[in-house]
């Protein structure tokens, strides 16, 4: 049962699989037999009974249908055999036919031959022209190409190439010549390359060589606009009354009249100053830089342009040995420097990251460290202010213009500030000359004036103000000499030449006011007051001369406060300012003062020694002549004489003066007494030398000069009066019994100096009295000088224990 069950379960899937294999496509028949074997064991056997009958009931079908349609068949063969004849008739027509045709057709077919190879060649012709007309643009595209290679115009050729590639070869790179160009194109690149670096090499060389007229061309455009604005600034300070000096206004209409002739200039030249863009052709810059960029190789560029410019610096940074011994040299180093930051500056406006603000101001700071010592290093050799000047404003220039394209110049003014030190040593030095030279034409004497005119030269010069000189009537003289006008001229000068270096350092007023005070100050405290001290140190300098200094000294210190006035007249800086310096003349003149003063103290006894070496005593005489010593006589007249001429020094310095001659005059005197060499003096010697003491008392008595109280000026010879009347008296006893007490009237008399003299009048009493023993007074004289000399030792020698 089950075996029939699944026999009657596969019949309907074998009629299903007979179905799909009559109703589809033989190639499909594969996977429906497929399934056949895919089934039970026997599902093959008893499929292939399902199809041997179903076979044979097609056969049964189709054997029916040929039995149903065998009349048909029949009829139509005999049909067939009907019709072969008449065929036949109608092949041999047709065959007949095509003969004829085809013997009419043979020149129709040459002409048609003809034809297909003319439309043949009229197409390849055609496709000719199409294929041109894609070649023709790439061809013209190479020859334009080539063209701009050979007018050098290598930025364009890059864009072309471009064009080439990007545009024209992609339509064309199936031919051989578009492979060829293709090829052809890095060598061009490489080409332009190597050209327009060749171009960059020559471009840099020129810059280096025109970097001092590019320097000097920016240098004078920064020089005129700063002169502008100096000369508006000058106009409106003259219409508000500025710059209006004491005695000595600056003539501000020459000023006026000397801008605008400078002015009148610059307008001239204006035409022929070039700009950096006239100058330089900035364009193999801007090709190279466009060609690297388009190539891609615009870092490379950059590097090396900067590599050759640094290299560049260094060169112009590079000082000539001998720069610093003409202004030309110094210029020449500053135009080099400006010419080069000034290309920089334009390639930096005009260029896009070939150089950036942070490399300028990295190679300016190097520079600016290697200008700044170069110039401290050479500005150390200049001795010449005018070129210290010079190199001044120089930089001045120098920093301006550089600080008109952005660059920081502050270390450029600090040192300045050193270099102003230096001018200032340098003025110094030339003043210290200039000085020298008027010392040397002075005649050490009043100035003489005989008429107004005479008088108004003096005034002009120097500010002299006495209203009991005024009055007096010509012809009259001036107290000081012809040097104190001109030194003042010269100091005044020298503030000019000061005040020249401090202009355009853009300082304020105060800050100039106090750079002229102070190096006046050093002017008179240093340089002035050294020429002076030297030149009361020398020789030929007399007393005279000594007294005359000492004068021009009083009005050269007088005549500070006008200096003072003239420094805040320039700066308009009051003198109440807290903080404004004054000027050291008071000092100055007071120190050359007393040198002087000294001086002529010292000179005074150096004279008076020149006199008293030309005693010529007979320290042995009897008696004495009656009359004073011809070399005393004549040292009172020359102290006369010369205490006359100190009547014009001040009252303290005249009597010191005097008292000083007198003092030394007594101490050599004293000298001259107890001189070691002098064994013997004689009662006569000692009368005759009071004689000379008497005639210095009455010098001192007859007041040489006015000013001192009672008989001041004779104590100076007190020591020698006493010393002198102890032996003229021969007042021993009371000597000695009032010594050391202070209403002693021999106070002044020293045992040491009596015991000398007294032992040398001994000594000459002993060879002088030969027979002095036969009489009794000489013998009782002897035997007092004796007993005498032996109490003065005592004393002495108790003075000395006692000390």
């Given amino acids: 049962m089950a075996e029939n069950s699944e026999g009657l379960g596969t019949v309907p899937e074998h009629e299903r699989i007979l179905q799909e294999i009559e109703s589809t496509d033989t190639a499909c028949v594969g996977p429906t037999l497929r399934s056949v074997y895919d089934d039970q064991p026997n599902a093959h056997k008893k499929f292939m009974e399902k199809l041997d009958a179903c076979i044979r009931n097609h056969d049964k079908e189709i054997e029916k249908m040929c039995n149903f349609h065998h009349q048909g068949f029949v009829d139509a063969i005999t049909e067939l055999l009907k019709v072969r004849t008449d065929a036949e008739k109608l092949k041999v027509q047709v065959t007949d036919t095509n003969r004829r045709f085809q013997d009419a057709g043979k020149e129709v077919i040459i002409q048609t031959e003809d034809i297909i190879r003319c439309r043949i060649q009229q197409r390849n012709i055609t496709t000719v022209v199409e294929k041109l007309q894609l070649c023709l643009p790439v061809l013209e595209m190479y020859s334009k190409l080539k063209e701009q290679m050979t007018a050098k115009r290598y930025y364009s050729a890059l864009k072309t190439m471009e064009q080439l590639e990007n545009v024209y070869f992609p339509r064309v790179s199936q031919y051989r010549f578009c492979q060829l160009m293709i090829e052809n194109l890095p060598k061009l690149r490489e080409d332009i390359k190597e050209i327009s670096m060749s171009d960059l090499k020559d471009f840099l060389e020129s810059i280096r060589k025109h970097s001092d007229k590019i320097g ?144 300028t101001d990295e190679l300016w700071n190097m520079a600016l460290s290697k200008i700044i010592a170069v110039l401290r290093a050479h500005s150390s050799y200049c001795t010449d202010p005018d070129l210290v000047l010079e190199l001044k404003n120089l930089i001045v220039i120098f920093a301006d213009t550089l600080q008109g394209y952005g660059f920081p110049v502050n270390r450029l003014f600090d040192l300045l500030f050193e270099i102003r030190d230096q001018y200032n040593e340098t003025l110094l030095k030339k003043w210290a000359g200039v000085f020298r030279d008027i010392f040397e034409e002075d005649n050490y004497s009043p100035i003489p004036i005989v008429n107004e005119e005479e008088y108004k030269a003096v005034i002009s010069k120097f500010p002299f103000q006495d209203p009991d000189f005024e009055k007096q009537s010509f012809p009259k003289k001036f107290p000081m000499s012809q040097s104190v006008p001109h030194i003042y001229i010269q100091v005044k000068e020298f503030i000019y030449a000061s005040l020249k270096f401090s202009e355009s350092l853009h300082r304020s007023s105060t800050e100039i006011d106090d750079m002229l005070r102070k190096s006046t100050n050093l002017l008179l405290t240093r340089t002035l007051s050294s020429c002076l001290l030297n030149l009361i140190r020398k ?112 009252g303290k310095v005249a009597q010191t003066a005097c008292m000083s001659a007198c003092q030394h005059l007594s101490t050599s005197l004293m000298q001259m007494l107890l001189d070691s060499e002098l064994k013997q003096i ?54 000695l019994a009032d010594y050391g007490q202070p209403a002693s009237k ?10 000398t ?7 000459t009493s002993k060879k002088n009295n030969i027979f002095a023993q036969f009489r009794k007074n000489d013998r009782d004289k002897q035997k007092l000088i004796e007993t005498v000399v032996k109490q003065l030792r005592s004393l002495v020698n108790g003075m000395s224990q006692h000390t």
């Fill in 216 to 359: 000097e061309t920016a240098m004078k455009q920064a020089q005129q606009q700063k002169t502008f604005s100096v000369a508006l600034q000058k106009q409106n300070n003259v219409k508000f009354g500025k710059n209006m000096y004491i005695n000595d206004r600056i003539p501000e209409e020459r000023k006026e009249n000397e801008l605008k002739q400078g002015f009148e200039e610059e307008d001239e030249n204006e035409e022929e100053i070039l700009t950096v863009q006239d100058l330089v052709d900035f364009s193999p810059v801007y090709r190279c830089l466009h060609i690297y960029s388009v190539l891609g190789d615009e870092e490379t560029f950059e590097n090396y342009y900067r590599k050759q410019r640094k290299k560049q610096a260094r060169l112009v940074l590079q000082p000539q040995s001998n720069m610093h011994e003409t202004v030309d040299g110094y210029r020449r180093y500053f135009t080099q420097i400006v010419g080069f930051f000034v290309v920089e500056d334009h390639i930096l406006h005009v260029t896009q990251g070939l150089v950036t603000r942070a490399y």
């Fill in 539 to 650: 020789p030929h300098i007399g007393l005279t001369e000594l007294v005359q200094i000492i004068i021009n000294t009083t009005h050269l210190e007088q005549a500070c406060k006008y200096l003072e006035d003239f420094i805040t007249n320039i700066t308009n800086i009051s003198q109440e300012t807290v903080h404004t310096t004054r000027l050291y003349g008071l000092s100055t003149f007071k120190d050359a003062r007393h040198a002087a003063e000294g001086e002529i103290y010292t000179k005074l006894n150096q004279k008076i020694d020149e006199f008293v070496q030309l005693a010529d005593y007979d320290w042995t005489m009897s008696e004495p002549d009656g009359r004073a010593s011809g070399y005393l006589m004549d040292l009172i007249n020359f102290l006369r004489s010369i205490f006359q001429v100190f009547t014009h020094l001040p």
């Fill in 682 to 735: 004689s009662m006569g010697a000692v009368q005759q030398f009071n004689l000379d003491v008497i005639q210095c008392e009455l010098f001192a008595s007859s007041e040489p000069v006015p000013g001192f109280q009672g008989d001041t000026l004779q104590l100076a010879f007190i020591d020698l009066r006493q010393l002198l009347d102890l032996f003229m008296v021969w007042d021993w006893s009371t000597y």
């Fill in 746 to 755: 021999y106070l002044r008399v020293n045992p040491n100096t009596a015991l």
């Fill in 757 to 763: 003299l007294l032992e040398k009048m001994k000594d």
